[in-house]
């Protein structure tokens, strides 16, 4: 079956510009999360969703950052003002209920953002 | 939530067997342990997960003795296609947050 799917896979905007990245997950999984990776670091927890609620959004570096899901399905995440130290690799992953089984998360392929 | 240490780097031959260790001292009862893979461009993609002795998958083992301070990935036979950043953690169970650490990059060699 198809995986989580984000676009775009590359944005450069210019800074100060707004940016909204998107994520498709896996169809029937109630839990959506996003993650931020930077050029040589591990992976940054940013935000999680159950269904459409977002009960933990202690990951988000900044009231620039925004996210939200619509249907228990898309989500998007809404970048405001963007800053060069906001590049990086936007991951979003999915999972069946996040009791028990968040550890099988399944991630997307990442939007590639650059802030020039 | 506990804390995980594994090597930076390792390389490996082609048909080897790998064993990646990586210590958590201070894992907790409810904590499992758990292994992601990532391949350069993508997203992290999840291996093996155990709470104590074995477990084996179509991939890997995971090994993880009785004190459950360390737990060791194992890769059978390995192929360049493995060369990739691996990745243990130690997720408490019900958390929906996964906390990656720096992981172990892997080399295979022809």
């Known amino acids: 079956g198809a995986g989580v799917s984000q676009s775009p896979s590359n944005k450069v905007t210019e800074k100060g510009k707004d940016v909204e990245l998107r994520c498709d997950p896996i169809s029937g999984h109630t839990a959506l999360y996003w993650y931020r990776q930077s050029l040589g670091q591990g992976l940054e927890f940013l935000i999680y969703f159950q269904g459409n609620s977002a009960p933990d959004k202690s990951g988000l570096p900044s009231d620039r950052f925004s996210a939200e899901r619509t249907g228990g399905s898309v989500s998007t995440l809404t970048i405001q003002r963007t800053q060069q130290e906001d590049s990086a690799v936007y991951l979003c992953?999915?999972?069946?209920?996040?009791?028990?089984?968040?550890?099988?998360?399944?991630f997307g392929p990442g939007t590639r953002l650059t802030v020039t | 939530l506990a804390k995980t240490t594994q090597p930076i780097s390792m390389d490996s031959y082609e048909g080897q067997e790998v064993n990646i260790t990586c210590s958590h001292n201070n894992i907790a009862t409810n904590d499992y342990i758990t292994w992601y893979q990532q391949f350069p461009s993508q997203g992290p993609r999840f291996i093996i997960q155990?709470?104590?002795t074995k477990v084996t998958n179509e991939v890997a083992s995971l090994f993880i003795p009785a004190d459950r301070k360390s737990s060791t990935l194992s890769l059978p036979r390995v192929s360049l296609s493995d060369t990739a950043v691996y990745y243990c953690l130690v997720v408490k169970d019900s958390s929906y947050k996964l906390i990656f650490g720096s992981g172990t990059r892997l080399l295979v060699r022809p």
């Open positions: 992953a999915s999972s069946l209920d996040p009791r028990g089984l968040s550890y099988e998360q399944y």
């Open positions: 155990g709470y104590k």
